[in-house]
């Protein structure tokens, strides 16, 4: 069996490519692809097959799933044009006749309200109209976007526009984790939803708080307000608004998900918050 892995050059892909070996896949069994080949020197040396795909490339994605049993599309980082590249490779894959075509989506995608769950909605259906059997891993939000705060929670508190909304984010080994073990399933499930354990942004406060041992506050803005809280930060303005946006759409709960799906494919409980706060302090 040929699993191909693209944006293996990125951190998801990375961590895909990783599980795969670590569950006994053999190396010259797994394609893993990127725009920069150089990044994928240290998987070439230990036998994986590395070839270049570029989502904006038609014929870069044609050789990359040339025999391929099995594509893995890691949704893209260019948000507001990922649709169109998304196309590019279901078209390869589906010329390529592979046996499965899973693709990396967002919670609760097929209901959300907010751009970034559009656009996985829009690639979701275009998978479907494709007619390739597909598996949809719904990744929630990663609990990296959290940890990776951690400076500023404790200077200056966290802020959001989530109101009372609970989000289900997991970290992202174990989210490739779970990736890696669908991959390899006879008959994976047509669509997971990938979260951990729920909580708010009031909840992640005072977890930060009382592992930092300080007060920590929850300061919910209204999502202009947020939004130009990013921008003071340093974001552009219009990722700074997606990402209000996507706060806005955490408060009417599209950002929470069951954890039975994820605790089945990795075969555990996910890392809860209090593990993955402590592993950052």
Known sequence: MSIVVTGAT???????????????????????TGRDLARLDDLAARGVVVRRADFDDRASLDAAFAGADRVLLVSGPAVGSRVPQHLNVIDAAKAAGVALLAYTSITNADRGGFLIAAEHKATEEAIVASGLPHTFLRNGWYLENYTGQLPVYLEHGVIGSAGDGRVSPATRADLAEATAAALLLDRPASIYELGGEAFSLKELAATVGDLAGKDVVYTDLPAEDFA????????????????????????????????????????????????ALRAAL
């Open 10 to 32: 990125g951190q998801l892909g990375r961590l895909v490519v990783e599980s795969l070996l670590t569950r006994g896949v053999p190396a010259e069994q797994i394609v893993a």
């Open 228 to 275: 130009k809280a990013l921008v003071g930060a340093g974001l552009p303005d219009a990722f700074a608004g997606v990402l209000a946006e996507a706060d806005v759409a955490l408060s009417r709960g599209e950002l929470y998900a069951d954890p039975a799906d994820l605790a089945g494919l990795l075969g555990r409980p996910a890392t809860t918050l209090a593990e």
